[in-house]
């Protein structure tokens, strides 16, 4: 299983980016997916989950009403679109496949740095 992860990058506080991953090596319309990050000095940590057949979201709190969560099966993409951005929000983030709702796939992580 691949997940690449794309789109992180340097923006300033009140800014927005939009992450996507690509899948490969598993039967992606049947897995729920997220995103989880990891800043420096701190655990890693979920973001957003999406499941399969894309009628439910879940976001931490801390994101909640900035990001979006979405996918597309037929690309076997998931994306995050990260709007009203804090330098709280700077991290690394992890593309994720979950299963019984925990992390079994990681991706690589893309770098996001939201500057004051």
């Known amino acids: 299983v691949q997940l690449q992860a794309s789109g992180g990058g340097s923006v300033q506080a009140g800014g927005s980016l939009r992450l996507s991953c690509a899948a490969s090596?598993?039967?992606?319309?049947?897995?729920?997916m997220g995103w989880y990050r990891q800043a420096p000095g701190q655990e890693r940590e979920f973001v957003a989950s999406i499941r399969a057949s894309s009628s439910r979201t879940d976001y931490a709190d801390s994101v909640k009403d900035r990001f979006t969560i979405s996918r597309d099966n037929t690309k076997n993409t998931v994306s995050l679109q990260m709007n009203s951005l804090k330098p709280e929000d700077t991290a690394l983030y992890y593309c994720?496949?979950?299963?019984?709702?925990?992390?079994?796939?990681w991706g690589q992580g893309t770098l996001v740095t939201v500057s004051s």
């Open positions: 090596g598993l039967t992606f319309s049947t897995w729920r």
């Open positions: 994720v496949g979950l299963y019984d709702r925990a992390p079994k796939y």
